[in-house]
């Protein structure tokens, strides 16, 4: 069932929003590491509410760069390369001064969900929960920032902090790892990545998760430590979209090389489904029973890109003469080796239609009750007006 027509639709954003001194300038200080302790209060601050997003490149904006995807090299890449200047090309337009490292996209989840004065993105590529917790607990800085709990204690002293969303566990589990040893496998070794890949994901699932409930009690002291109650605010945790479809759904035969030089794909059929349909369920399903025994609201994207993955037969390459829609071009981002169209780390993340996509999402999770759980979904041949949710057990 789609959501009443009343429910708030997010405001996609426009060029980036610079980082102003209170707002948007908290990760990342002039001389350093961000300075971040924070006076306790009595109370939550007053002011209007606020959104923050902390975790990893699913909620930082990884791929933002991109409006579906092309294979033209040259120019703005059939219009799908936002960094495009008109003579060359500045992805600064897009990451900001994150570029090449947290690329925090101007389209971010959190941005996408609400407006610039209504939201914080601390998100970085390539985080675990090491970077989620705070120093004093064993907290690791990233990129030259602080642990992201400790910048969450500077903006929740001084804003009204009332919803965190949290993308983390990947990086702990290795699933960028796993995905491209599939593709390796595919295109080197001619040989099923499943196995191994299976076998490595189990072995860590169990790590993985208790630190992700760690990372919520982090942010709950946090936020508790700054005179929040848990009332005051809600911790939306979410899974990952599949970034690829079912074998099925591939719209290149397995055979031959079209998954590699045309669609950016590069994985055998079995490895494919095994993707699909069990490690990303499996993680999914590892981040619900976190959230239920964490407290945390769970938002379940795995199907979130249904029809707009990369290489799905629902979706097509833009082209001079197809520019990109939402409504027909693939949400995630193709595999790149980063020698042609920008950064080998953008590939297979949810790009600039994908973020509008998870930004809906969260906004109308945000509309919804605290207490209940939900999954998001996109509408075929729809753009991302078409998105919903659905109520989990």
Same mark, same amino acid.
């Given at each position: 069932?789609?959501?009443?027509?009343?429910?708030?639709?997010?405001?996609?954003?426009?060029?980036?929003? &610079?980082?102003?001194?209170?707002?948007?300038?908290?990760?990342?200080?002039?001389?350093?590491?961000?300075?971040?302790?924070?006076?306790?209060?009595?109370?939550?601050?007053? @002011?209007? +509410?606020?959104?923050?997003?902390? @975790?990893?490149?699913?909620?930082?904006? !990884?791929? @933002?760069?991109?409006?579906?995807?092309?294979?033209?090299?040259?120019?703005?890449?059939?219009?799908?390369? &936002?960094?495009?200047? %008109?003579?060359?090309?500045?992805? #600064?337009?897009?990451?900001?001064?994150?570029?090449?490292? *947290?690329?925090?996209?101007?389209?971010?989840?959190?941005?996408?969900?609400?407006?610039?004065?209504?939201?914080?993105?601390?998100?970085?590529?390539?985080?675990?929960?090491?970077?989620?917790?705070?120093?004093?607990?064993?907290?690791?800085?990233?990129?030259?920032?602080? +642990?992201?709990?400790?910048?969450?204690?500077?903006?929740?002293?001084? &804003?009204?902090?009332?919803?965190?969303?949290?993308?983390?566990?990947?990086?702990?589990? %290795?699933?960028?790892?796993?995905?491209?040893? *599939?593709?390796?496998?595919?295109?080197?070794?001619?040989?099923? *990545?499943?196995?191994?890949?299976?076998?490595?994901?189990?072995?860590?699932?169990?790590?993985?998760?208790?630190?992700? @409930?760690?990372?919520?009690?982090?942010? /709950?002291?946090?936020?508790?430590?700054?005179?929040?109650?848990?009332?005051?605010? /809600?911790?939306?945790?979410?899974?990952?979209?599949? +970034?690829?479809?079912?074998?099925?759904?591939?719209?290149?035969? !397995?055979?031959?090389?079209?998954?590699?030089?045309?669609?950016?794909?590069?994985?055998?059929?079995?490895? !494919?489904?095994?993707? &699909?349909?069990?490690?990303?369920?499996?993680?999914?399903?590892?981040?619900?029973?976190?959230?239920?025994?964490?407290?945390?609201?769970?938002?379940?994207?795995?199907?979130?890109?249904?029809?707009? !993955?990369?290489?799905?037969?629902?979706?097509?390459?833009?082209?001079?003469?197809?520019?990109?829609?939402?409504?027909?071009?693939?949400?995630?981002?193709?595999?790149?080796?980063?020698?042609?169209?920008? #950064?080998?780390?953008?590939?297979?993340?949810?790009?600039?239609?994908?973020?509008?996509?998870?930004?809906?999402?969260?906004?109308?999770?945000?509309?919804?009750?605290?207490?209940?759980?939900?999954? *998001?979904?996109?509408?075929?041949?729809?753009?991302?007006?078409?998105?919903?949710?659905?109520?989990?057990?």
């Amino acid at each position: 069932m789609h959501q009443s027509s009343t429910t708030p639709t997010p405001t996609p954003a426009g060029r980036f929003r &610079r980082l102003t001194a209170g707002l948007l300038a908290l990760p990342i200080a002039a001389t350093g590491l961000l300075t971040v302790a924070a006076p306790a209060h009595a109370a939550p601050v007053a @002011g209007p +509410p606020i959104a923050v997003s902390m @975790g990893d490149s699913y909620m930082s904006g !990884e791929a @933002g760069r991109w409006m579906g995807n092309s294979d033209t090299f040259t120019g703005s890449r059939s219009g799908t390369d &936002r960094a495009y200047t %008109g003579s060359g090309y500045d992805a #600064t337009q897009v990451y900001g001064s994150t570029s090449g490292g *947290c690329d925090r996209s101007d389209s971010a989840e959190v941005l996408s969900a609400f407006t610039a004065a209504g939201a914080l993105n601390i998100a970085c590529s390539g985080a675990t929960t090491a970077n989620v917790l705070r120093a004093s607990s064993g907290g690791q800085s990233f990129k030259g920032e602080a +642990p992201q709990a400790d910048q969450l204690a500077a903006i929740a002293a001084t &804003r009204n902090v009332n919803l965190i969303a949290l993308s983390i566990g990947g990086n702990d589990l %290795g699933f960028a790892d796993a995905i491209s040893t *599939c593709v390796k496998d595919y295109e080197v070794w001619y040989s099923y *990545c499943q196995p191994s890949q299976q076998a490595a994901i189990n072995a860590k699932m169990t790590a993985a998760m208790t630190n992700v @409930g760690t990372s919520i009690d982090e942010i /709950r002291a946090v936020m508790a430590a700054d005179g929040y109650a848990a009332s005051d605010y /809600r911790i939306v945790l979410q899974s990952y979209p599949s +970034p690829i479809p079912r074998s099925s759904e591939n719209r290149y035969p !397995e055979t031959g090389w079209s998954r590699t030089n045309d669609g950016g794909c590069p994985m055998w059929n079995g490895d !494919e489904d095994w993707a &699909r349909d069990t490690l990303v369920p499996q993680i999914a399903a590892g981040l619900a029973q976190v959230a239920a025994a964490h407290g945390a609201q769970f938002l379940d994207l795995q199907n979130l890109l249904q029809g707009h !993955e990369v290489c799905s037969s629902s979706a097509s390459l833009a082209t001079s003469t197809q520019p990109p829609t939402a409504a027909t071009s693939e949400w995630a981002r193709f595999l790149t080796t980063g020698l042609t169209q920008g #950064t080998m780390q953008e590939s297979f993340h949810p790009n600039y239609y994908g973020q509008l996509g998870l930004g809906r999402c969260l906004a109308l999770i945000a509309a919804q009750p605290a207490a209940s759980n939900y999954t *998001c979904r996109n509408t075929p041949g729809q753009d991302t007006s078409g998105v919903y949710l659905n109520p989990l057990p």
